[in-house]
């Protein structure tokens, strides 16, 4: 049972580099959803999604993109990378939206 | 919209200590109420919920009850562990709406 996957886990890249966080859930949630962990900021949601075709922006959006093609599959990209998009991304999906989630492991991103 | 508040830390205790981690929440609807945790390098997972007021939420030898009157949900341990070393995140889930976290609590337990 795999649950949550994310790849990969660590990643360093250079200012204005692109890159897409893998995410994806063997579960048939409906709901999926990628947050930032920062030191003292806790969890901040960047994009959702409540259904295969359907995104939507969460607390920080800017400078990231989300589809949703599958139910299974939520990729993040970043299209040019800032140093202030260095953090820890998790993915987190549900059945539903406000139901307990289930995380990824992470992925560590340093943007240098 | 949905908001918790609980306490940093760090908090730091001796093992067989007494745990508390108070966590106060404000939500729209009618939340259920979760305590997540966080092992060091690893992504968040349920550590225990309650659907409803006056619940009782229990695993691995944590407790928390679902206070409406107070809206709080605070965390207790009789005797915490070395093992219970982790971020300890408060958050309501209500139907429909993203769950909201705070910064978390971290706790170290010393041998």
């Known amino acids: 049972n795999a649950g949550v996957t994310q790849t990969p886990k660590f990643q360093v890249l250079k200012t204005g580099q692109s890159m897409t966080l893998q995410c994806a859930q063997d579960?048939?949630?409906?709901?999926m959803s990628w947050y930032r962990q920062d030191p003292g900021m806790g969890l901040r949601l960047i994009h959702y999604?409540?259904?295969?075709?359907?995104?939507d922006q969460g607390e920080v959006p800017n400078g990231y993109n989300v589809s949703r093609s599958t139910t299974e599959d939520f990729p993040l990209r970043l299209l040019s990378a800032a140093p202030s998009q260095t953090s820890v991304y998790f993915c987190?999906?549900?059945?539903?939206?406000?139901?307990?989630?289930?995380f990824g492991s992470g992925t560590q991103l340093s943007v240098l | 919209g949905n908001s918790v508040t609980q306490m940093e830390g760090p908090v730091t205790l001796s093992e067989e200590a007494f745990l508390t981690i108070n966590c106060t929440y404000t939500?729209?609807?009618?939340?259920?109420l979760f305590w997540y945790v966080q092992y060091p390098g690893e992504g968040l997972q349920l550590l225990l919920k309650?659907?409803?007021?006056?619940d009782k939420g229990s695993n691995k030898g944590f407790e928390a009850t679902y206070r409406k009157e107070t809206t709080s949900f605070h965390l207790e341990k009789g005797s915490v562990q070395v093992s219970d070393s982790a971020v300890y995140f408060c958050?309501?889930?209500?139907?429909?709406?993203?769950?909201?976290f705070g910064p978390g609590t971290r706790l170290s337990v010393l041998p």
């Open positions: 579960m048939n949630h409906e709901y």
């Open positions: 958050a309501p889930g209500v139907y429909g709406q993203n769950f909201v």
């Open positions: 939500a729209t609807g009618y939340p259920s």
């Open positions: 309650a659907t409803k007021a006056d």
């Open positions: 987190a999906s549900s059945y539903r939206v406000g139901e307990k989630l289930f």
């Open positions: 999604s409540v259904g295969a075709g359907i995104t």
